[in-house]
């Protein structure tokens, strides 16, 4: 029997994505599900994180905010992108962050106590969650280090030039989400933006998509 629906789903997370069929069916086994609407929370800081959730339709933006309230974008999680990964490793169990739904969603979640049944009985379930922090942690040093060293248009190349496939850069959020990732505001976002195409770095496709020309 072939695997279908949220069972391809898990099938394409990292941390399950090496188990073979019948491995998988018994992670299947563990999954709950949830349906979400649009501006729905799958969480929001201070609740008890107690699971790892995976994004099987829809898409969901994880944030912070600062001291002043601002937001501060994390990522924005599409389809088999997971999150709740810190519940594993974190006894104080509470989230820092917001999980707020961008379009309809559906989840699976599995609870930290079959995770780490699972992860004893498949050590290399562990494993790849550790390469997932470890992944997660660089991301976030250099995001701290590009904020802290790089001016706002330094910030937008260091993003074209790290997140370009082949020739051209399809933007997977709002650039209202982006200009919170970069941490500015939209409005010198969309002024960086037009800088380069000015210069000839890039062109403008439509409003998601450009050519990259030379960053």
Known sequence: MKLKGHQLCVSRVPIFSHLDDGQLREVFSKINHKHLKKGDYLYMAGDRNESLSVLHKGRIRIYRLNPEGREQLVRVLGHADFTGEIALFNDENI??????????????????????????????????????????????????????????TERLREYIRTHTEGEFLKLGMPKKELASYLSMQPETLARNFKRLEDEGSIKKIDNKTYDIINI
Do not use: G
Not at 98 to 113: F, G, K, L, N, P
Not at 117 to 130: N, R
Not at 139 to 151: G, R, V
């Open 95 to 152: 989230h820092e962050s917001y999980a707020e739904v961008m379009e309809d969603a559906q989840v699976c979640t599995i609870r930290r106590s079959d995770i780490y049944e699972l992860m004893q009985k498949y050590p290399d379930i562990a494993i790849k969650i550790i390469e997932s922090f470890a992944e997660r942690l660089n991301e976030s040093e250099s995001m701290t280090t590009n904020i802290s060293l790089l001016s706002s």
